[in-house]
């Protein structure tokens, strides 16, 4: 008899119950699929209350759409759950996809009774990404190799068998543009954004009932739910993405405008992520838009170089650096992060940029990559917050955060906390960058180019103080000796860093 196949709560596509244990690594013909929804993972962390509603909300409607195939059961732990569905320690065998965390492998691997097929959702096997990184000189690991050798390994943008179409592989010169001058909105043509059913009023009103009873608490606003939780819908979304947004994704994906958080951002890492969509008909689709004429290149390039490039590196850099890189604190940032981040409190917040990323996070559970990494990812750098817990907030606070996706990213990334593993250098600025590449600081009541005194722009004069704090490891980096020696010039460091000091973690 066919093996039960356990399918966790971002194993929502087609994809992940493919029969085919032979040739495909698939789980048996006909199994019968089990999923579990645990009370308990809600309350061990305070979620952003959009996250909680969407996650459950696309387990619920995979339920339905499985019907008699699946076994959904709702139980306090994921051991309970197994327990109850006959599978476990010493019962019957069952199959299982490879899961997306350490934590969640560990558990799988606890259960012998579990067979663990291999992961599903991503262009690149785990043998082939260590292949590519054991032959790699001196044992960097750099995004870009490892991007074009993506892409020629899937056939991805090349004219003829290995060379880049258009004569190059990279457009991110042509795709960081500031936002066009004196306007509110790109003015894109409006993105998917989903209609509640049924089902999501029965998730509201189970939040709803936990939250009094005191069992669970969360972040955020309960908005509509705006991202897809079906397969159906994450179609729907992806083609309304290639066929009418992503031809002016690419001159402004690095550019932020207060009024326009979606601008032509996909979103689609959100379905990516819970495992609605495959990233091969993302990447396909996007070339089909440029072979047909409908996009041009750099916009389908920049596409593919975040789903076939980042998206791909991130999740191998996850395991390929295992679990105690989580723990990684080479800046030695001790701070605790303050209640006014953890509670996204953007009333409390005057600095214009980072009060209107953290209402955007507050309401939707999304903002796209650039306000992340250089508004709420800089201000945590600048301000020396434990980088673990900073790690866990992107976690808990984003529609599409899981710990595959933050632990690299904002443990590498974003607070440099590996000592440059993952980055050159650590992602940081002053106001003079948010300036040119947003519209906040026009209407803000610090001015960008001020760095001491009531007018200081925090971030200005915390990106000071950051390189001030960090010089004796960051002279020696190529690519900030030359930052790290204008602290020099400045006459007014002293006061400077003693206005920094008083300012601690207060709200900017
Ligand atoms: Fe942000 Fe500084 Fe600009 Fe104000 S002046 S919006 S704090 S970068």
């Known amino acids: 008899t066919a093996r039960p196949h356990l399918l966790f709560g971002d194993q929502l596509g087609p994809h992940f119950s493919q029969d085919g244990a032979d040739e495909s690594g698939g789980p048996d013909r006909d199994a019968p699929l089990v999923m579990i929804e645990s009370r308990a993972?809600?309350?061990?962390?305070?979620?952003?209350?959009?996250?909680?509603?969407?996650?459950?909300?696309?387990?619920?409607?995979?339920?339905?759409e499985l019907g008699d195939r699946v076994r959904y059961v709702r139980a306090d732990t994921y051991g309970e759950g197994l327990r109850t569905a006959g599978i476990g320690r010493g019962r019957r065998h069952a199959t299982v996809h490879h899961p997306t965390s350490h934590a969640a492998l560990g558990f799988v691997r606890r259960h012998s009774s579990l067979d663990v097929l291999p992961a599903r959702g991503f262009l690149v096997s785990q043998e082939d990404f260590a292949r590519w990184a054991d032959g790699r000189r001196g044992g960097t690991l750099r995004m870009e190799d490892f991007y074009?050798?993506?892409?020629?390994?899937?056939?991805l943008l090349l004219d003829g068998h290995?060379?880049?179409?258009?004569?190059?592989?990279?457009?991110?010169?042509?795709?960081?543009?500031?936002?066009?001058?004196?306007?509110?909105?790109?003015?894109?043509?409006?993105?998917?954004?989903?209609?509640?059913?049924?089902?999501d009023d029965e998730v509201r009103h189970d939040l709803d009932r936990w939250e009094r009873d005191g069992e669970v608490s969360f972040i955020g606003d309960d908005g509509p739910r705006l991202f897809p939780a079906t397969r159906k819908e994450a179609r729907a979304a992806l083609r309304r993405f290639l066929d009418h947004r992503l031809a002016g994704f690419g001159a402004h994906e690095d550019a932020i405008l207060a009024e326009d958080p979606w601008m032509s951002h996909s979103m689609l890492s959100v379905p990516l992520n819970l495992g609605l969509l495959d990233p091969v008909e993302c990447v396909e689709g996007a070339e089909k838009r440029y072979r047909n004429g409908s996009a041009p290149l750099p916009s389908v390039e920049g596409y593919i170089r975040?789903?076939?490039?980042?998206?791909?590196?991130?999740?191998?850099?996850?395991?390929?650096?295992?679990?105690?890189?989580?723990?990684?604190?080479?800046?030695?940032?001790?701070?605790?992060?303050?209640?006014?981040?953890?509670?996204?409190?953007?009333?409390?917040?005057?600095?214009?940029?980072?009060?209107?990323?953290?209402?955007?996070?507050?309401?939707?559970?999304?903002?796209?990559?650039i306000p992340r990494l250089m508004v709420l990812g800089s201000r945590a750098l600048q301000s020396g917050w434990n980088p673990r817990e900073v790690t866990d907030w992107f976690h808990r606070s984003f529609v599409d955060g899981y710990d595959w996706v933050m632990v690299p990213n904002v443990v590498g990334m974003s607070q440099y906390a590996d000592g440059g593993r993952m980055t050159?250098?650590?992602?940081?600025?002053?106001?003079?960058?948010?300036?040119?590449?947003?519209?906040?600081?026009?209407?803000?009541?610090?001015?960008?180019?001020?760095?001491?005194?009531?007018?200081?722009?925090?971030?200005?004069?915390?990106?000071?103080?950051?390189?001030?704090r960090h010089r004796e490891r960051l002279e020696g980096n190529h690519r900030m000796s030359r930052p790290v020696a204008g602290l020099d010039r400045l006459k007014d460091l002293p006061e400077l860093l003693e206005q920094e000091h008083r300012r601690g973690s207060s709200p900017p």
């Open 41 to 64: 993972v809600l309350r061990r962390r305070r979620f952003h209350r959009a996250k909680a509603h969407l996650v459950l909300s696309a387990m619920r409607h995979r339920a339905a």
């Open 148 to 155: 074009r050798e993506v892409r020629r390994d899937h056939e």
């Open 162 to 199: 290995d060379q880049p179409a258009g004569g190059r592989w990279n457009y991110d010169h042509d795709n960081r543009e500031p936002p066009p001058r004196d306007a509110r909105t790109l003015g894109a043509p409006a993105p998917w954004l989903a209609e509640e059913d049924e089902i």
């Open 306 to 369: 975040q789903v076939a490039g980042w998206r791909e590196y991130v999740w191998h850099l996850y395991w390929h650096f295992g679990d105690d890189y989580r723990r990684s604190n080479k800046l030695n940032h001790r701070r605790a992060l303050p209640g006014w981040f953890e509670e996204l409190d953007a009333d409390a917040v005057t600095a214009r940029c980072l009060s209107s990323v953290l209402a955007q996070v507050r309401s939707t559970g999304w903002v796209h990559h």
């Open 424 to 468: 050159t250098k650590p992602y940081t600025s002053g106001g003079a960058y948010i300036n040119r590449m947003s519209d906040y600081c026009g209407g803000c009541a610090y001015r960008p180019d001020v760095r001491v005194g009531e007018n200081a722009c925090p971030f200005t004069a915390g990106y000071w103080a950051f390189l001030d």
